[in-house]
């Protein structure tokens, strides 16, 4: 079974704060994803990588498949940035086993 | 930009009751799943379905539990009996490529079980 561990569980930040959350899991994946959820609870697609390092806006995201390790790291945090991060990879065929998130709080 | 769309947003239904939650994928998608989250907890897969048929199901999806795609457009998950514990958020999902493709998730459908 493909073991999905998060950290931090939580993480409080200053607005303008670089913040990182780190995704590790245990075997061998096609590719790796980061989610972010709502305080309504709606799951949005940040990122699927299956190597190297991606970047949308202030969002960039990291994997190295040798390490089993990925990171999501936020430059210039905002209030608006607060919601759970959460990591998800595929076991044996496209289903997704899901970390149990890391929820970020941005303050002004 | 293209959305899965998930109806109702919040049931709350008496236990052994039937229930439907119905989702709209993205039109050109091929791969359609239902995943829940018990309030609290991690996200969990329930099922996959590829081709108008199951490709995958969890312990979860027990014979209480069936999907189908009836028409080519809406894609259902169906609880036939509720239990307590099927009190959760369901969230349907959707995406073009099995292993390459971004996944899009509907908002969830709150399911409450009394």
């Known amino acids: 079974k493909n073991e999905v561990e998060q950290s931090p569980q939580n993480l409080t930040a200053q607005e303008g704060e670089f913040i990182t959350i780190n995704c590790s899991y245990s075997?061998?994946?096609?590719?790796l994803h980061w989610l972010q959820q709502h305080p309504g609870g709606g799951i949005v697609s940040l990122f699927m990588?299956?190597?190297g390092k991606k970047k949308h806006g202030r969002l960039i995201a990291t994997i190295n498949i040798q390490e089993k390790h990925s990171s999501l790291h936020i430059t210039a945090s905002h209030p608006r940035d607060s919601a759970v991060y959460i990591c998800?990879?595929?076991?044996?065929?496209?289903?997704?086993?899901f970390g149990t998130g890391t929820r970020l709080q941005v303050f002004p | 930009e293209p959305e899965v769309t998930q109806t109702p947003s919040h049931q709350v239904t008496q236990m052994g009751q039937e229930v439907i939650l119905r989702c709209v994928p993205i039109?050109?998608?091929?791969?359609f799943y239902w995943y829940r989250q018990i309030l609290g907890q991690k996200v969990e897969f329930l099922v996959s379905?590829?081709?108008?048929?199951?490709?995958?199901k969890s312990e979860i999806f027990d014979d209480q539990f069936s999907v189908e795609r009836p028409d080519g457009s809406n894609f259902t998950l169906k609880i036939r009996s509720t239990k307590l514990e099927d009190s959760a958020m369901y969230f349907c999902?959707?995406?073009?490529?099995?292993?390459?493709?971004?996944?899009?998730f509907g908002e969830g459908s709150r399911l409450t079980v009394l």
């Open positions: 990588l299956s190597s």
């Open positions: 039109s050109n998608h091929l791969y």
């Open positions: 998800a990879v595929p076991y044996n065929t496209d289903k997704l086993i």
């Open positions: 075997v061998g994946i096609s590719a």
């Open positions: 379905f590829y081709n108008n048929e199951i490709s995958e």
């Open positions: 999902a959707s995406n073009k490529e099995q292993f390459t493709g971004e996944l899009f």
